[in-house]
């Protein structure tokens, strides 16, 4: 099972292993106070990629296909997200949009489930 959150959202149960998967460290939190597993920031869309989309909704179609054409390219975290969803039974993927339909993690947790198809 892979969720998506909010990282502002508070933590639920049953999220199973947290992954950050933004790019860029979340505004107003502190290392100390990270409250998921590992932050894959390697995984995200490229800062070219980002900086052009800017969370702009007339963008997003275009946005959705470039950044999965970036996600074809990237096996070994693929996989790494993979395994951590079936060695933990549920994977949620973090990202700190305010956006919650039109963001990166949407897009990455949509590319995973058509991989299963």
Do not use: C
Not at 46 to 54: P, Q, S, V
């Amino acid at each position: 099972m892979i969720k998506v959150r909010r990282i502002y959202d508070p933590q639920q149960p049953g999220e199973g292993y947290r992954v950050l998967v933004d790019r860029l460290w979340p505004r107003g939190i502190s290392r100390e106070e990270a409250s998921w597993h590992e932050w894959m920031k390697e995984i995200a869309p490229g800062n070219e990629l980002r900086k052009w989309y800017g969370h702009d909704p007339s963008r997003w179609d275009s946005f959705r296909a470039k950044y999965k054409q970036e996600l074809s390219s990237r096996h070994d975290l693929l996989l790494r997200l993979r395994n951590l969803e079936s060695s933990h039974g549920a994977l949620t993927l973090l990202y700190t949009s305010k956006e919650r339909k039109l963001n990166n993690a949407v897009v990455l947790r949509e590319f995973l489930l058509q991989q299963d198809d």
